[in-house]
């Protein structure tokens, strides 16, 4: 039976597919790929110049692959078709059936392409190469010539895999000094009152993400604030969260001390994949690192539910290395479609190429003092 695309243009098309939807996403193991979490972030998030451009490909009745596109259109600027959340989330792709993506992307590109308005740009931001949707979609772009890759860059996206027998057992795989300080550090904050909670219901969800916010806000503060966070994110957070939080997808871990929540971490699962969004800690108890007690608190949930990997996230900060034990490698390209609109396309992006180039050649500690300047201004 052939693949049938169609285009969706309405949020209550994709509504429709959730069932579908989000089975994909617990097959793909893809926790940012849920309908839950995208549909929380259409809601809540984007700007006056997004327009939903989804494409569902059906197999008769069953659903068998989702790409919750939305097209960018700014003046001055090539229209881009993006993935939902992208920007708030890492590894937001397509979805399919395991073993059916080729054909898919076939459908998709050919839905794609006749989308209006016409996409001169398809954004994928933050992606695992594994799957390799951008060389499929290029490779099934129905013109003479396919779409060209610019800008491309990746980042590493250190892992947790959880084979042990359990948490214990895990735990004990750690290195000598590792485990000691672990153990000293937690028991200096259990011996300041620490308790350590996991949200269980909306009115304790709503408390922890307010905390949270806060948390998150104060740390970057003196940094040039936060990329990541933003009141829009906040209200989809929630909203994701209620929908999420009871069947443990959602998780948000705290730490308190005399009632005040001092470290807040937010976790999303799917498909025994547990990603970690971001978090926020009091500063104040910087010395006891209550960042990593909730990390390691998440990993030993984790193992509790049966789940097989923890995903950092991307970036290659320190203390992820500190637990991880894999890595990845997540991707962002633009494919550019040359068509009629080419040329112009390129002239568009000339600015951001060249600043691509200049980034690639200064330090990585240049970089960051740039990147926080950025941030200021």
């Not at 659903?63 to 920007?87: K, S």
């Not at 871990?253 to 009091?282: C, M, Q, R």
């Not at 950092?312 to 991707?331: F, H, N, P, T």
Request: hydrophobic share 40%.
């Amino acid at each position: 039976m052939a693949l049938v695309p169609t285009l969706i243009e309405d949020v209550r098309g994709l509504e429709d597919l959730r069932e579908g939807w989000d089975a994909l996403a617990v097959a793909a193991a893809r926790p940012y790929c849920a309908p839950a979490w995208m549909l929380a972030w259409w809601r809540h998030v984007p700007g006056p110049e997004a327009s939903l451009r989804a494409v569902a490909v059906h197999e008769g009745d069953e659903l068998v692959a989702l790409a919750p596109y939305f097209a960018e259109t700014r003046a001055g600027r090539p229209t881009r078709y993006r993935v939902l959340a992208a920007g708030t989330s890492h590894r937001v792709e397509p979805v399919a059936r395991p073993g059916r993506e080729r054909e898919a992307a076939e459908a998709i590109a050919g839905a794609l392409a006749s989308a209006a308005p016409r996409p001169a740009l398809v954004a994928f931001e933050t992606v695992d190469d594994r799957v390799g949707w951008a060389q499929l979609l290029a490779q099934a772009w129905p013109t003479s010539k396919p779409p060209v890759a610019l800008l491309r860059r990746t980042e590493p996206a250190p892992t947790v895999t959880l084979d042990a027998d359990d948490y214990a057992a895990w735990l004990q795989g750690k290195s000598r000094n590792f485990r000691s300080q672990a153990g000293r550090l937690r028991r200096r904050l259990e011996g300041k009152g620490a308790q350590f909670r996991l949200a269980g219901d909306d009115a304790e969800l709503e408390r922890g993400l307010a905390d949270f916010a806060r948390l998150h806000y104060a740390r970057w503060e003196d940094r040039g604030g936060t990329v990541a966070l933003t009141p829009a994110v906040e209200r989809m957070l929630l909203d994701a969260g209620k929908e999420l939080l009871a069947s443990g997808r959602l998780r948000l871990h705290t730490v308190e001390v005399d009632g005040e929540t001092i470290s807040a971490h937010l976790f999303v699962a799917a498909g025994g994949e547990v990603a970690y969004w971001n978090g926020g800690f009091d500063e104040r108890f910087a010395a006891e690192q209550p960042s990593m007690q909730a990390l390691l608190s998440a990993v030993e949930e984790a193992f509790a539910r049966g789940d097989r990997r923890v995903d950092l996230g991307g970036g290659g900060q320190a203390y992820k290395y500190r637990l991880a034990d894999g890595e990845d490698e997540v991707e962002s390209e633009l494919l550019a479609v040359r068509d009629r609109g080419y040329p112009l396309t390129r002239l568009q992006l000339a600015p951001s190429q060249a600043k691509a180039e200049l980034g690639r050649r200064l330090p990585e500690e240049t970089r960051d003092r740039l990147r926080q300047a950025l941030r200021r201004g």
